[in-house]
């Protein structure tokens, strides 16, 4: 099976029922199929095959759906671009790749032609600007026969990593069916007519479910950037029943004064994912939408590696402890935990998870180093460190490189910011280690907190030791009220806010 055939099929089905919203406009299947494919022939036309690379810098909008569906019919690959991105992000990401169009929203036109004499593979650069809608008419809307089979590739899309540059990760086609398909595996049924809410980009991790809402009959409603009290509005007047937040994000709703009263009754299932969710902002949660949180725990390389719905989150398990878990392991994926000579260690024992599932990379594209170095007999290597209990619930620690080694003890950056978050005052927080002169490194906490805070320094600091030990408690913790520095896509960027105390070291590690 291929995209286009399914996505076709539900076409059919489905052609009167509403597929996209965005803002005021709305687009049966009919008309947003009708669209895709005048874009397909017009790419088509610009002397683009099968197997091309178009890359996009664009938003959430209607004509972001324009090219999900038009590089599905024309058998053209996708490759997203991060609109948080440097230049030579943007640069390395369309080069690598050798992407012969760049589709780009007028607003962010100027990026792509600040770069433009550094991409000698890019032949058209296509801006929908105010000419767009009449352009896009004027091309055939007759389907073309192009044919596609499952191993060709799909997306490809680059990892968000904090250093080095970002590695592609290519999809086939039934890589990218697979990935879908096991990330709904858990959901509640998608039935005709659900509406699934996309506050992150339909070019990036909210794509994901695009594709099962639209071959379910769903209809797709595209939020072009957060904002809490239009995502309240949305869930309310457009009864939405699925929609995918970071652990942020939801903290930001639950803060909201215009989310009490507000009736989130059609919610099915609201998914938590990207970074670590606090047990405290897990529970209000559920607290004010009720029993509808998922988590699900994956890398691009591969996932979905494990997921849990709120029966298995919020459960009283014997022997686990669901509410600091990141799910379980998934029944359609292999997980396992490695030590450092890759072999399995007994359960309960911390070591690197790695993972195989079917929509797993295939290859790191352009790049057998960084690939030989993630992928082990066909397992990806994750990077990051975890557990899997007796009961199959899986945790992740920290990631590898983010250990912090102090006085001999390996301290995990996220075990101190689970206990500094679950504090009412806390907004976010960022832990990492800097140089000490006895211990070699030491623990430091950035926290975000309101403008007008009660909680003190010495009061947090105590609350680590009581809960973690003495030995885990941070040196110092920074006060700020302006948000974390983060990647381009939505992480805490650790490795760029601990450079500051690192810039008289000549290395980034210290020892005693």
């Not at 494919?37 to 664009?58: C, F, Q, T």
């Not at 999809?171 to 697979?178: I, T």
């Not at 690939?371 to 007796?390: F, L, S």
Request: aromatic residues 8%.
């Amino acid at each position: 099976m291929d995209v286009r055939a399914l996505m076709a099929q539900s076409v059919r089905i489905n052609s009167e029922r509403v597929a996209v919203i965005h803002g005021a406009r709305r687009l049966t299947f009919r008309e947003a199929w009708d669209r895709g494919v005048r874009l397909a022939n017009a790419l088509i036309g610009l002397g683009l095959k099968p197997g091309d690379r178009v890359a996009s810098l664009e938003d959430n909008c209607i004509e972001a759906a324009d090219l999900i569906q038009a590089c599905s019919i024309a058998n053209l690959v996708r490759v997203p671009l991060y609109a948080r991105n440097a230049r030579e992000a943007h640069v390395h990401m369309i080069g690598n790749t050798a992407c012969r169009a760049v589709v780009v929203s007028a607003h962010y036109a100027q990026e792509i032609e600040a770069i433009r004499v550094d991409l000698p593979s890019v032949e058209t650069v296509l801006v929908r600007d105010e000419g767009y809608e009449a352009w896009l008419a004027a091309h055939s809307d007759i389907e073309p026969e192009v044919a596609i089979h499952p191993e060709d590739y799909f997306v490809i899309r680059h990892t968000g990593g904090t250093t080095g540059k970002p590695k592609a990760v290519a999809y086939s086609q039934r890589s990218w069916l697979a990935a879908c398909r096991d990330w709904f595996y858990i959901f509640p049924q998608v039935i005709e007519g659900d509406r699934c809410l996309h506050v992150g980009p339909i070019s990036h991790g909210s794509g994901y479910q695009y594709l099962p809402v639209w071959l379910a009959g769903g209809c797709n409603v595209l939020l072009d950037h957060f904002d809490a009290a239009q995502m309240i509005d949305l869930i309310e007047h457009e009864r939405i029943a699925f929609c995918q937040v970071s652990a942020t994000m939801l903290r930001v709703l639950l803060d909201a004064p215009c989310s009490r009263g507000r009736d989130y009754s059609s919610l099915k299932c609201v998914l938590v994912g990207t970074a670590p969710i606090h047990q405290s902002t897990a529970l209000a949660a559920r607290d004010l939408l009720g029993n509808v949180l998922y988590q699900g725990y994956g890398q691009t390389e591969v996932l979905p590696i494990a997921f849990m719905g709120p029966e298995q989150w919020f459960a009283d398990a014997e022997g686990s402890k669901p509410l600091l878990a990141c799910g379980k392991v998934m029944p359609f994926a292999l997980v396992d935990i490695w030590d450092e000579q890759n072999r399995s260690v007994p359960l309960g024992e911390i070591g690197e998870i790695v993972a195989k599932a079917d929509g797993q990379m295939t290859a790191f594209w352009n790049n057998p180093e960084a690939t030989a170095e993630r992928m082990v007999d066909g397992w990806i290597k994750t990077g990051d460190i975890g557990r899997i209990d007796r009961n199959g619930y899986v945790y992740v620690v920290d990631r590898a490189s983010d250990m912090i080694i102090s006085g001999g003890y390996n301290i995990w950056p996220l075990d101190i910011e689970r206990v500094l978050g679950a504090h009412p005052e806390i907004i976010e927080v960022a832990v990492f280690g800097v140089p000490h002169p006895k211990w070699g490194e030491t623990p430091l906490a950035i926290c975000v907190t309101a403008a007008e805070r009660l909680v003190t320094e010495a009061e947090l600091i105590r609350k680590v030791a009581d809960e973690l030990g003495g030995y885990m408690k941070p040196s110092r913790i920074v006060f700020q009220a302006e948000p974390l520095l983060r990647s381009a896509v939505g992480k805490v960027n650790r490795k760029k806010l601990r450079e500051t105390y690192w810039q008289d070291s000549d290395r980034r590690v210290s020892g005693s």
